[in-house]
């Protein structure tokens, strides 16, 4: 079913002043040339549901933004478009977005999956299996949508709350979870992220599973990690052994992590890096950048590795934590750092802009 949405409401950017400013989509005025760089007004994420859980930039070059209440905001390098539930998605509240080889958007909303192809919302309905027990639980029968990849093979992967469901372009197959003949997870498992490695490995990790899993086209691996804590001589700290996949950097290491901290992967064995590294805090996103440096954001802030040592970036005398669920390196180089309940940072590599009260 589609829904055309309504006009959107285009915002101008203002880098400095801005009077008045709030989500009822007001027209702002030009930037001053010679503040053109800063690119981004202040506010274009809401002040009080400032949570950015996900971000993107398309083959065109637009910056996209998934908020949790505030719905979805696209960038074109001189205006921003915010879009919801008005406009056609089916819901405010988005955690993860994908382009396709096609160059449409997927959105994947705690309501299920939304398709943009550049005018119109579509909301795509992911069937549930016949053998499903009941559950009236109202996430689990809309498909929230946890994350999302299109493998090298064309076909989509969807995590969802109730479980892993492969499109075709035409319809969709749940990756059937049977621990008796793949040795997989079992049915209380959820799986919460995904990877498709460079050889074409299928990664999954999920908060209630012991590990990771590997699938190779035929058979699931189960690989076991060493036990984090978040914060170490802690004694309400609990110690974490699951992982969710991240990245494969350029050297064809795989990245993990967790709420104690973050693992790599060589193929043969698993590096962890906690507290003791100088890495603390919940990690929830890890990037690479054009330099070869990694960032990791969590719950104690932004921090960077340059294969040697953590350097932890905060903002300054005492603003607020940079750390959340979102980084993105643009195609100029510049970090994009959404934060759990402050809104958008962009850095430069020099300094810290916040776009958000």
């Excluded at 990664?203 to 978040?230: A, C, H, M, P």
């Excluded at 005398?317 to 309940?341: F, H, K, M, P």
Aim: hydrophobic fraction near 30%; aromatic fraction near 14%.
């Amino acid at each position: 079913m589609k829904k055309h949405f309504r006009k959107t409401r285009t915002f101008t950017f203002l880098t400095i002043l801005i009077i008045g400013t709030s989500c009822n989509g007001q027209v702002k005025k030009e930037l001053p040339k010679e503040r053109e760089d800063l690119k981004l007004i202040k506010n274009i994420i809401a002040p009080r549901l400032g949570d950015v859980r996900c971000s993107l930039q398309d083959n065109e070059g637009n910056l996209w933004f998934g908020t949790l209440g505030n719905g979805l905001y696209k960038y074109d390098g001189k205006s921003s478009n915010q879009f919801t539930v008005n406009d056609g998605l089916n819901s405010n509240k988005i955690h993860c977005i994908l382009e396709d080889k096609e160059g449409k958007i997927w959105i994947g909303t705690e309501a299920g999956l939304c398709l943009y192809d550049g005018k119109t919302f579509t909301i795509v309905q992911i069937p549930l299996p016949k053998n499903l027990p009941p559950n009236k639980n109202p996430y689990y029968q809309n498909h929230w949508v946890y994350s999302m990849i299109q493998a090298k093979s064309g076909k989509l992967w969807f995590v969802t709350i109730d479980g892993v469901y492969i499109y075709d372009g035409k319809s969709f197959t749940p990756f059937i979870i049977d621990e008796a003949t793949n040795g997989f997870l079992t049915s209380n498992d959820k799986v919460e992220r995904i990877l498709e490695d460079k050889a074409g490995n299928i990664w999954f990790g999920g908060r209630t599973n012991e590990g990771v899993f590997r699938y190779d086209g035929k058979s699931i691996t189960n690989f076991k990690l060493k036990e984090l804590i978040q914060y170490e001589n802690e004694p309400w700290s609990k110690p974490h052994s699951w992982g969710w996949p991240q990245l494969q950097d350029k050297n064809g290491n795989l990245w993990f992590s967790n709420w104690g901290g973050a693992y790599r992967y060589d193929g043969k064995t698993f590096t962890s890096f906690s507290t003791k590294d100088g890495l603390t805090g919940n990690i929830s996103k890890i990037i690479e950048d054009k330099k070869g440096n990694f960032w990791f954001s969590g719950g104690d802030g932004l921090f960077r590795y340059d294969g040697k040592s953590f350097t932890r970036f905060t903002t300054k005398d005492g603003q607020a934590n940079l750390g959340g669920w979102s980084i993105l390196e643009d195609s100029a180089g510049n970090l994009w750092v959404g934060t759990r309940n402050t809104g958008l940072y962009r850095y430069d590599g020099k300094s810290f802009i916040n776009f958000s009260e």
